[in-house]
Each structure stands twice: as C-alpha cells, then as structure tokens.
C-alpha cells in the first residue's frame, strides 16, 4: 500500500512523547507499505534528519514554518488569527507550498491511504477529496489548551488560549467528524473525543514503548536520587517543573534533606536554573542523548504534570525501566495501570510528595512498584504488541477502503465501564462530510 504520511514535525532526535510514537509507527508501516513523507520543519538543523527519514520512507518533503514564541513572524501571525475561526496552530500548518507537493504526489504516485499525524494538520484534508484519511490524535488538543489556560497565571494570556480553547474545540468536533478514521492513545481520549464529535470511527492504538531499548539496567541504584524527563521549552513541561519546585519540593527537602534530583532536559526553566544556583541537591542535566543511565540510577520518576493531554510516553519509558513513578492524575491519565501497583497517582501537592517520601525511605517498596510496572509494559504497552493492532487497522483500509471493525484493547481500569456502554453507539456512527477549507 502507497501512504501518504503528513507529519507536524520530523521524529528526530527521537527524544520526546511525540516524535518516538511517530517513529516507531513509521518503522512499523515501513516493513509492508511505502511512506510518502511530508512534514514540516521550526529549525534549519532539522533538515539534517532527511537521510534518517529515507531509510523508512519513498519520499521525503519538508517545509519550514514559522517558530512559535516571541519572534516577529510567529506574533504576526498570532495577531492574524485573532480573525480567524481556525485555531493559530492549524493555520500556523497550513502552506500553500505543501499543498502543491501534496497534490504533485497524488498525481504521480498510487496513494491508497493518507495519514495525518496531528489535529493541527486538519486542514490538508482538503487536499484528499477520494482518498480515505486517517487521523493520529496523540491528545485531545481542546484538552490541553484549556487545561494551559488554568494554570496560566498571566490574565491576557490567559484570555488568548481561552479564544484557542473555544476555536480547537469547534476544530476537533469538525475534524475528527469528518475524516474516514481516527486512531486515539487510549480509551480516556476515546471517551472525550466520543462525547465531542457527533459523527465518526475511533479506534485506540496506545503509547507504545520499544521495550528492547528502555529495560531494567544493571545499574547501581541510588534510592534517594529522583529524576525529571522531559524537554521544558514545552509549556507543559516548564509548569510541571516549576509546580514542583514552588510547592513539592520544600516539603521533600524537609523531609529527607539528604535527597536530590536529576532534572534532564533542554532549556531548563528560570526557576529552576535559580533555585539550582542555591541548593546543590538539584542538578540541572539538560538535554541528554541517553537518558536510560540516569532514570536507571533514581530511586523515583516523578511526573509532576498538570496540564496537556494524551499519555504521557516519559512514565511508560520510566515504568519500562522498572522505575517507580509518582505521577499526578493528569500525568497518569490514559496508562491502564492500578494505583499503588504500577505507579502511584497524586491528588495534589501534599500528596505528590508524602508519596515520594515514603518511597525515599522505603527503597523496597519502590522496587516491587517497579517490577510490576515492567510487567504491564511487556504485556500492553510494547510495540511489538501494537504492531499488531496498527497491522489489522491499516490492512482493513487495504482491503475494504474502511476499517471492518474498531480496534479496542481490552482495560481494567475504571473508566472501561463507562465506555464499553457506549462502544456500540460510537461504533455504529456515521461518516460526514465538511465543506472544505480554501
């Protein structure tokens, strides 16, 4: 099968959530069908992954967009937006020049099947007016930017994500209603997505974890050391980091003063960078190309987390490394673990913390949270496990132009219930069609 694969980014480095799914789907579609590549680029140097993408795809195409933060063309076109009933990241996408390769492709290549990696890519599907179009949704984006908004502290911000909010959510319910198929990461996300959309085909293709790659090290154990995973120029990671210094921290600090923390990650955060500039017991890492050594070493992951959406790939590498992770609800949502068992989920700050104290002083528990943990990664969450599920969903486009039957894991976690209640609804919805966007 020819697939015609539109991606927000390229996965390389693979070192977050985002580019190792996408990775690891691009590896696993490569063995059967050929990929025509299409993404877009921030940064010049991005570029210099074209010879990585080759190896797996025909074709590789990238256009650069404009870089979000404070620069002139990104704020422009914020300020444009303003006018706009797209959200700014869709239309932040969407290039005249992609659309032209885009057709240039369709018209030389046999495209059987076209796989958008991303919500924010939505208004290519346009461009595909007979070809069936599959969505990844790696989040729930209305989600993320309302869960942002509530914990921005900064009120015209605030108001700005607000008008993002409303605009992604209008966007998501037309999207997700009108392509052929959508895949989501777990049943959460279906659920929310479900009571969303009006019409259309979910299916749930969770987070995977390449298990060969992330496995309990023989590395010597340092029970009061914790560890921090995860890039912090994302606005998600930056309020997970700063949330835990401000309220967490001090009370871990009283607690067991002999206790520190890794934080690993590019651009650290000016709260962190400060506080580490007074307490010697936080050590700022930055970006490391093997994060395995370090998370191998800590005695607990922690996950911090209070806004975003989707499942978060960080703890199911931490729990393939048999790591015990404390991790806020938000941080745990959609990993079909028991609490207590597989990881321990807070309620808030006081509870994030008296967790970790106990597992600082109790190496023993930690390590049995730990090995159950890796269980439930080898039995639900390895690749090698939905490649099988991404196998029959993509063989069902092949051979009927629509998937036969909605691919659904089985789940024990509580919220299963309430969705195989409404599983015959959601699998008896219709597909309809949109006006297209010009």
């Avoid at 025509?36 to 010879?51: D, T």
């Avoid at 990104?74 to 969407?94: D, E, G, H, K, W």
């Avoid at 969450?381 to 009927?400: G, H, M, P, T």
Wanted: net charge positive.
């Amino acid at each position: 099968m020819n697939i015609l694969f539109l991606s927000p980014e390229i996965p390389f480095p693979a070192d977050g959530g985002h580019h190792l799914r996408t990775l690891n789907i691009l590896k696993i579609l490569a063995q059967k069908h050929k990929i025509y590549f299409v993404a877009f680029a921030q940064n010049r140097s991005e570029f210099e992954y074209v010879a990585e993408m080759e190896k797996y795809c025909k074709q590789v195409h990238l256009f650069p967009v404009a870089k979000t933060g404070f620069n002139v063309p990104f704020i422009l076109l914020a300020l444009r937006n303003l006018f706009s009933r797209t959200p700014v990241i869709a239309q932040r996408y969407f290039l005249k020049s992609a659309c032209r390769k885009i057709n240039e492709i369709q018209q030389t290549q046999s495209i059987d099947l076209v796989h958008i990696d991303m919500l924010a890519l939505g208004l290519y599907q346009s461009c595909f007016s007979e070809k069936p179009v599959l969505l990844t949704d790696h989040n729930v984006e209305s989600l993320r930017l309302y869960r942002w908004m509530k914990v921005h502290e900064n009120p015209l911000f605030k108001a700005y994500l607000w008008c993002q909010y409303q605009k992604m959510r209008l966007f998501e319910k037309r999207i997700c209603s009108s392509v052929t198929h959508c895949t989501v990461v777990s049943h959460h996300d279906l659920i929310l997505l479900g009571n969303l959309c009006e019409k259309g085909h979910f299916s749930v293709i969770p987070n995977g974890v390449d298990t060969d790659y992330f496995y309990p090290m023989e590395t010597p154990s340092l029970p009061l050391r914790m560890v921090w995973v995860g890039g912090m120029k994302s606005p998600y990671n930056a309020d997970a980091v700063d949330y835990f210094l401000a309220k967490i921290w001090p009370i871990i600090r009283d607690a067991v003063p002999s206790a520190s923390i890794d934080f690993i990650g590019a651009a650290p955060t000016d709260r962190l960078l400060k506080c580490a500039a007074q307490d010697r017991r936080l050590n700022v890492l930055g970006f490391l190309p093997d994060i395995r050594r370090q998370v191998q070493q800590a005695g607990v992951f922690i996950a911090p987390i209070r806004s975003g959406s989707g499942t978060k790939l960080k703890v199911l590498n931490a729990m393939a490394q048999a790591k015990a992770v404390v991790a806020t609800t938000c941080a745990a949502e959609g990993i079909e673990a028991q609490d207590g068992k597989h990881l321990f989920i807070a309620q808030d700050d006081r509870h994030f913390a008296d967790l970790v104290i106990r597992l600082l002083r109790h190496p023993q528990i930690a390590e049995q949270v730990g090995r159950d943990a890796r269980r439930l990664i080898e039995e639900t969450y390895s690749w090698r496990v939905i490649a099988r599920d991404l196998d029959v969903l993509y063989e069902s486009f092949y051979q009927r132009r629509q998937p036969v039957e909605p691919i659904i894991r089985k789940s024990s976690s509580p919220a299963t219930t309430v969705f195989r209640r409404c599983h015959s609804i959601i699998h008896h919805w219709k597909i309809q069609s949109i006006p297209k966007e010009g």
